[in-house]
């Protein structure tokens, strides 16, 4: 692949910013593998600050704020969209990336995209176009993500996609296969526990704000009674709101100051002297292990009592029913597509091409498209 770097880079001020900032196992932005499209470097932009706001700056990203993240729109404005979840990860991994003296530039480019091709609908809506494509490979949001960043974002005239550097697809692609040969880089191992940490949190809150669980069961469970009883301020008489939000804030504090704590240890043992040290060692940050069971605790109780709310499920049933439907109304009638998807017939045949078109829509765009042409379906 040809690298977009060249010995008069524009790269300069980069290069000395991260030697001076960055630990040696960190990526490092003269080590991109560079684009699939050659360009010259930006002056005063890096080659994963470039990423970031290519990124920030898609359609796709700018939709997510549509998608729901657990909760529908219906249940009220106050919890997450799937943009707000990008947008915590984000800070989330950005703060344990500077505490390791990772790539901080990387991290933030990986975390706005590691959600970018989420359906409507959360899981549900992944989980109806996977059944819709079992014969066709089923459908994966990762595997989406890519088909975005390459083909479907159109900004350049010279060149489909986003033209995003190796590092930031490799690091989808890792998503993608856990069990890839390939090592991941650090800053890709950081994207993935800051995501576990985040959602935990929110999940958290959003599940208590929206009335679907109480305090009290809550406070049952080893790391919300431990996060409460460390928290600097006397909740003693503190109202429920307050116990809330100070639940939230302990829960990523703690998670993410014993990740640090932990993993800094480990890296001072090692002494990588390089990112590629890191990868052929196939080093991987973990969570701390004395808070791997009472997370798992945690995340089983979010499964069983919130994702699984009979609320949740019947609005999960009625957008899979709904998916379903418009799926098979647009494979039968490929006229209703827009023209840019009838082109992508050609190339990936109508399933796919019905199925990125679905995947593409915001919650409400896709209960009018709904409502517009397949009612009478129903």
């Known amino acids: 692949?040809?690298?977009?770097?060249?010995?008069?880079?524009?790269?300069?001020?980069?290069?000395?910013?991260?030697?001076?900032?960055?630990?040696?196992?960190?990526?490092?932005?003269s080590d991109s593998l560079g684009r699939t499209h050659a360009e010259p470097d930006h002056p005063y932009r890096g080659p994963f600050q470039r990423d970031r706001d290519r990124i920030l700056h898609s359609a796709a990203y700018r939709r997510l704020s549509g998608k729901m993240q657990v909760f529908t729109g219906e249940m009220g404005d106050y919890h997450r969209t799937r943009l707000t979840h990008t947008q915590e990860v984000a800070s989330i991994a950005r703060t344990i990336a500077r505490g390791l003296r990772l790539n901080e530039d990387l991290v933030e480019a990986l975390a706005l995209f590691h959600d970018i091709g989420h359906p409507p609908f959360g899981h549900a809506g992944e989980d109806a176009l996977s059944e819709c494509l079992v014969d066709n490979g089923g459908f994966s949001h990762n595997q989406y993500a890519l088909v975005i960043a390459e083909t479907l974002e159109t900004r350049y005239h010279t060149f489909p996609g986003l033209n995003l550097t190796r590092e930031v697809l490799d690091g989808q692609y890792s998503r993608i296969n856990?069990?890839?040969?390939?090592?991941?880089?650090?800053?890709?191992?950081?994207?993935?526990?800051?995501d576990s940490i985040t959602y935990n949190a929110h999940d958290t809150d959003d599940a208590?704000?929206?009335?679907?669980?109480?305090?009290?069961?809550?406070?049952?469970?080893?790391?919300?009674?431990?996060?409460?009883?460390?928290?600097?301020?006397?909740?003693?008489?503190?109202?429920?709101?307050?116990?809330?939000?100070?639940?939230?804030?302990?829960?990523?504090?703690?998670?993410?100051?014993?990740?640090?704590?932990?993993?800094?240890?480990?890296?001072?043992?090692?002494?990588?002297?390089?990112?590629?040290?890191?990868?052929?060692?196939?080093?991987?940050?973990?969570?701390?292990?004395?808070?791997?069971?009472?997370?798992?605790?945690?995340?089983?109780?979010?499964?069983?009592?919130?994702?699984?709310?009979?609320?949740?499920?019947?609005?999960?049933?009625?957008?899979?029913?709904?998916?379903?439907?418009?799926?098979?109304?647009?494979?039968?009638?490929?006229?209703?597509?827009?023209?840019?998807?009838?082109?992508?017939?050609?190339?990936?045949?109508?399933?796919?091409?019905?199925?990125?078109?679905?995947?593409?829509?915001?919650?409400?765009?896709?209960?009018?498209?709904?409502?517009?042409?397949?009612?009478?379906?129903?």
């Open 178 to 194: 856990h069990a890839c040969a390939t090592p991941s880089l650090l800053e890709t191992q950081v994207v993935e526990l800051a």
């Open 1 to 29: 692949m040809p690298n977009d770097h060249g010995p008069q880079s524009g790269l300069a001020d980069t290069v000395q910013r991260e030697t001076a900032l960055l630990a040696p196992y960190a990526m490092r932005s």
């Open 208 to 378: 208590l704000k929206l009335g679907l669980v109480e305090l009290n069961q809550l406070t049952e469970l080893p790391l919300i009674a431990a996060t409460l009883e460390k928290s600097a301020t006397d909740l003693s008489a503190a109202p429920a709101r307050q116990i809330r939000k100070a639940m939230v804030y302990g829960l990523v504090d703690r998670q993410v100051s014993q990740l640090l704590q932990y993993n800094i240890r480990r890296l001072v043992t090692e002494d990588f002297r390089s990112a590629q040290d890191a990868g052929n060692a196939s080093f991987q940050l973990q969570m701390d292990p004395d808070l791997a069971e009472p997370k798992r605790e945690l995340e089983q109780f979010l499964f069983q009592s919130v994702y699984r709310h009979p609320r949740l499920l019947e609005v999960r049933q009625q957008a899979q029913n709904r998916l379903r439907t418009m799926f098979e109304g647009y494979v039968s009638n490929p006229d209703l597509l827009p023209a840019r998807f009838q082109q992508r017939i050609g190339d990936v045949g109508i399933q796919r091409a019905a199925a990125e078109y679905l995947a593409g829509m915001t919650d409400r765009y896709c209960d009018q498209q709904f409502h517009i042409h397949f009612t009478r379906l129903t």
